[in-house]
């Protein structure tokens, strides 16, 4: 079975931080994505990963960076944190090839950036 | 770009009520449909998906979706929920042409009352 594993499952920050949330997946699955859940919004993407040392921007990245140095990890950073970014954040992993497979997901992290 | 929508924010049935939850989406091309479900405190689980054949496709726990074509629409129903049923459900749709990619809808939470 997929396990996708992110570090932390609250997370409480201050605004002007630089943070660091870290998502590992277990299945050697190329595809990884960070989303963020808010209420009555759904799940909006913010970078997605083919492939270490590949990434693309989602929907919103503003404000946020990622890091695939390694397959398994992919980081998302928030670089100077701001109160907006007060969410819960998933990642998520899939096997390449054809576009129906399924996205595993994380626990998320809810993060509070005061 | 494609678009989402769940017509139904919250939605509360008692037990054995029949349930249908709404999901539209805005592309024309072919597409491939999923329906994504989140109980309290747990990450996001596949409930069924559907890509290609019949267009009314079962999945786990008794859901099933039809898939309209014509309606560009992907339902979600059950006959007769049950109280372990109270969650959040997540509408997702990914385009052929946008890799692996999925784009949510709002999400509706359901509660069924015992």
């Known amino acids: 079975d997929v396990k996708v594993t992110q570090s932390s499952r609250y997370l409480v920050k201050r605004t002007g931080e630089k943070v660091f949330l870290e998502c590992v997946q277990d299945m050697d699955h190329e595809n990884m994505f960070w989303y963020r859940q808010d209420p009555g919004l759904g799940l909006r993407l913010i970078y997605f990963s083919y492939d270490v040392k590949m990434k693309e921007k989602g929907d919103i990245p503003e404000g946020y960076s990622v890091s695939r140095e390694k397959k398994e990890r992919f980081s998302l950073i928030l670089e100077s944190a701001s109160t907006n970014q007060t969410s819960m954040y998933l990642c998520a992993s899939s096997s390449p090839g054809q576009p129906n497979q399924p996205q595993h997901f994380g626990d998320g992290t809810r993060l509070s950036i005061l | 770009a494609q678009s989402v929508s769940q017509h139904n924010h919250h939605v509360i049935l008692s037990e054995a009520a029949s349930l249908e939850l709404g999901c539209n989406y805005s592309?024309?091309?072919?597409?491939?449909l999923f329906w994504y479900v989140q109980y309290p405190g747990q990450h996001l689980q596949l409930l069924l998906k559907?890509?290609?054949?019949?267009?009314l496709v079962k999945g786990i726990k008794g859901f099933e979706a039809e898939f309209i074509k014509s309606k560009f629409s992907f339902n979600l129903r059950k006959p007769s929920v049950q109280w372990s049923d109270t969650a959040e459900y997540f509408c997702a749709v990914n385009a052929n042409n946008a890799g692996n990619m999925l784009t949510f809808g709002g999400g509706t939470r359901l509660m069924v009352k015992p």
């Open positions: 559907y890509f290609s054949g019949d267009p």
């Open positions: 592309y024309g091309g072919t597409v491939n």
